[in-house]
Structure formats: C-alpha cells, structure tokens
C-alpha cells in the first residue's frame, strides 16, 4: 500500500491485488466481539524514518497515539519489566543472573570463527547466561530449531542488544531524561495497528490506485508483463510484488529453471497460530505484553489489546497469544477450544490464571509469519535474489518478498525505495535499488 501511494501520486496507473478481504497483511487488524485486534502484538517503533512517521501521522493525526511501553519479562521464575529498566533490574533480577552477566562482561572466551551460528555470535556478544536464560530456549521456540542450527545473520538480524554494551545502551535509553526521543516508548493508532494499512489503503485510492481485495495472484509473467488472478489478467509494464519470495518463484511463467525451484523449496518459513480469549473483565493486566522466552510453555507472547490503546470497551478484555509452530505440527490443526485450554494452562503455569469468564476463543493463523536463516539459507537465498534481481519488470519486496525479519517501518522504508527507482516509464533504476538494497542489510528487528 505505501508503494501504491507513492506511485499513485507520481501518476502513475496503479492496480493492487491483495488475496485477503482486507489490507494489511500480518500488519494489518480484524474486529473481534468489539474490539480491533492485531496479528499478534504489533507497534510501531520510534526508530521509523521521520519521511514515514510524518507521512503516518499526517494519516492518522490525533489517532496516533504516542504511548509508554509496559510489558513484562519471565526470567527465572520472577518478572522484570520489559523493556528492561535498571531499578526494576536491581530490585527483581535473581542475584545469580545478575554475578553470570558481569561474570560473563569481565570474562570473554575466545572466538572460534570457524563455526559461527546464531549461538557462537550471541555467546560471543552476550556471554553464556543471558544465551542459556534468555536466547537460546526462544530461538528454540521462535524457529523451531537448536541455536547452532541457525544461521549467524539471524543473530545480527534479530538481536539488536547483541553485546553487553548494547544491551546496558538500551537498558540505559529507557529511564527517563537520559534519552528523551524514543525510549521505552512505541506510536499505536487509536483503532488498532491495521489503522496504518488502512490510511494508506485510503490514501492509495484518493490518488487513483485501483485496489483490488479477495484477489489471489496464481501466475506473474517473467518480464512482468501479464499477472494472472483466477480468470483475470492484468497487464503491467512493472510488478511489485510482496508475495513471499518462495512461493513468486513458483508462480512465474514460464516455470524457473529447476535449481531455482529447488532453492525455493530449500527456504523455509516458521509458521505461527495466534490465540485470542475473549474475557469477561475490566482487565486481565496492567501490562502491554508478557514475553516468555523459556520452554515451560510453548506461547511466546501474550498481549492485551486494550493496554495499546486504550479504547473504551466496557466489561470486556482480549488477550492474544503467540504461539510459534510448524504447519506439519499438530498443533497447526487443533480446534479452537483445544487451544484456548493449551494458552489458559500455560497461563496458570506462569501464575496468570485465567479468572474470569472466558466469552469465546478464536484462533488466526500465519504460515508465514518469521524466515528461519537455517544454515544453508544464504546460499539459496542469494541464488534466488540474484534470479529475481534478473527478471526485467518483476521487483520482489518486503518482509517476505526479501525475507527478511523486518518491521513494518522496514517494509515501507522498502516501498518508498521501490517508487523512487521506478523512471517515469516504470523502468527500474538497478544501481539505485542496488544502493537501497545495502541500506536494508542494515536494518535490525526491533520487538
Ligand atoms: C507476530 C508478529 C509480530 C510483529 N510485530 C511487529 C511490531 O511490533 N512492529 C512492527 O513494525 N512489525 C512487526 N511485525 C512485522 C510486520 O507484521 C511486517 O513487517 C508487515 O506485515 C509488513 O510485511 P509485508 O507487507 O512485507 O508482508 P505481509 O504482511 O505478509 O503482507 C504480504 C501481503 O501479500 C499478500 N499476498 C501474498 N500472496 C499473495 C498472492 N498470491 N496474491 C495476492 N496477494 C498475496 C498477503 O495477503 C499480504 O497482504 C510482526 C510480525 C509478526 C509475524
């Protein structure tokens, strides 16, 4: 949608196929007994380009809201606020966690550069404590595999405390006046995070882009130039294309040569089942989120929509829980009350029993939701980027269309670039996208 503005306002004629009924993507929000509730917890982070966070706020004026993160961290057996915050630390940190960090800041073993994975670089940058408490079970339950089994980028990527001195930086950032702009705060519009996709959505068609919903894309032609959905055809003089990148290889006509298609199969997605409760309560906790990186239970997250932003919802609550998995794994079919008693009994595990009257349970969920950097990702990733990058009037973008483990602001950031390097015959300026593309390696999650 962000590309579709863009070029909508440069004039160009602009069609989106979008197979969902709605916009957004696992950005966007649905409606649930009252209340808009995302895929799982979304928020925008400070750290946005102030270009975009102009352009988002200008969208959504006072709905924007501009709000104090106030989560929860399981470590131990105990809660530390999250983001983490150094009283909070010094009061409710384990003693023996706390000696393991400055034991491991003091005392750094040597690096083995021969085998570096995901492991190696965070125990390198972070020491064994943190790694074993923290890191290492959550890379288990995130992408379903051993630390080691992953590929070092993830690490670089995904971790963006990936050394001590970072980690006390952003510790630091959060107490107040030390760094006023950003820290331990996050943007969320008033109506739920699909609020964004939907101002550009109106934005997009207000400049004339034509939008097209429940529009599943089965064909893209190699030069572009024709895109089939069902029995229509669309013809196109350049293709932008937001679909995961495996799946558009498969797409494309005639077919990608075999070792393509082979390293299309080779990169693997982790899929990911969101649990919603629907509560009969005021509140089930002050707190935004709860995160729970150890493997006593298999939710990840738990969020509280309502905590975002506040809207009025009387005598009701929501909560979504975020629960990683295979789409081989038998979880991936259970029903819905069989995973709301999974969600409730890891709950009352964590001592967060689920009191009030549970009003119904619903379940959403995302095969795609994080690319898993296994260790041999970057060679078929690269065959394929570099496939892709070949194909004139194709360009394959955003969180899954480059794989990449990006925010929303990344992705947009990814949009804008794209309307920028088309001329204005939609031919795209390599070298420019080549520059932008070196720009996104930079780009690191922010949770
Ligand atoms: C659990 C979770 C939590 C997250 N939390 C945050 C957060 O707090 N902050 C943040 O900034 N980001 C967060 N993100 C990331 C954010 O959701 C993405 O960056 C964002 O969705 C943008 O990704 P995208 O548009 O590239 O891909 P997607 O959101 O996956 O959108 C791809 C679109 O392409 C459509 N599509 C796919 N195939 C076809 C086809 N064949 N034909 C037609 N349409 C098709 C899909 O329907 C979808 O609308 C989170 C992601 C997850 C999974």
Redesign the pocket.
């Known amino acids: 949608m962000g590309a579709a503005l863009q070029l909508a306002r440069r004039g160009f004629s602009v069609t989106v196929?979008?197979?969902?009924a709605a916009?957004?993507?696992?950005?966007?929000s649905f409606e649930l007994d009252g209340l808009q509730v995302?895929?799982?917890?979304?928020?925008?982070?400070p750290s946005?380009s102030p270009r975009i966070l102009a352009d988002i706020r200008a969208m959504l004026g006072d709905d924007l809201l501009d709000r104090p993160r106030h989560g929860r961290i399981r470590l131990r057996g105990r809660w530390l606020h999250f983001p983490l915050k150094p009283l909070d630390i010094a009061l409710h940190a384990p003693p023996s966690f706390l000696t393991g960090v400055v034991r491991d800041g003091l005392w750094k073993p040597r690096a083995d550069h021969q085998d570096e994975n995901f492991a190696t670089v965070l125990q390198q940058g972070l020491g064994p404590t943190i790694c074993h408490d923290f890191y290492f079970p959550y890379a288990r339950k995130i992408w379903g595999l051993d630390p080691t089994e992953l590929d070092a980028e993830q690490a670089r990527r995904r971790v963006s405390a990936g050394s001590i001195g970072k980690m006390v930086r952003k510790v630091l950032n959060a107490v107040p006046g030390l760094k006023p702009k950003g820290g331990g705060r996050?943007f969320y519009p008033r109506h739920g995070?699909g609020q964004i996709s939907h101002a550009y959505h109106a934005a997009a068609m207000k400049a004339g882009a034509r939008v097209l919903l429940e529009?599943?894309?089965?064909a893209v032609n190699l030069d572009g130039s024709l895109v089939r959905?069902g029995n229509s055809c669309f013809s196109a003089r350049q293709v932008l294309s937001?679909?995961?990148l495996p799946?558009?290889v498969r797409?494309m006509e005639p077919a990608a040569p075999p070792e393509i298609l082979a390293s299309a199969e080779a990169l693997r997605y982790r899929a990911?089942i969101?649990v919603y409760l629907v509560l009969e309560t005021e509140r089930f906790t002050e707190f935004d989120a709860h995160y729970f990186p150890g493997a006593e239970a298999p939710v990840t997250?738990l969020s509280e929509p309502k905590n975002y932003s506040l809207v009025p919802l009387p005598g009701r609550t929501v909560l979504c829980a975020?629960l990683p998995c295979s789409r081989q794994d038998k979880v991936w079919t259970a029903g819905d009350e069989e995973l709301g008693s999974l969600v409730t009994e890891a709950l009352a595990r964590f001592n967060l029993p689920v009191r009030a009257k549970v009003r119904r349970v619903a379940a959403r969920r995302?095969p795609?939701?994080?690319p898993i950097y296994t260790r041999d990702y970057r060679r078929h990733f690269e065959r394929l980027d570099q496939w892709a990058g070949g194909l004139d009037g194709v360009l394959t973008?955003?969180?899954?269309?480059?794989f990449a483990h990006?925010?929303?602001?990344?992705?947009?950031a990814?949009a804008y670039a794209a309307a920028e390097c088309l001329d204005e015959n939609a031919a795209l300026d390599r070298g420019r996208w080549a520059e932008h593309r070196r720009e996104f390696e930079r780009f690191v999650?922010?949770?």
């Open positions: 196929l979008e197979r969902a916009v957004g993507g696992n950005a966007g995302d895929y799982g917890s979304h928020r925008l982070h946005c996050f995070y529009t599943n894309v089965s959905a937001t679909i995961p799946q558009l797409l990911m969101l997250r975020e995302l795609q939701a994080y973008l955003g969180r899954q269309g480059l990006d925010n929303t602001h990344h992705t947009l990814m999650v922010e949770d």
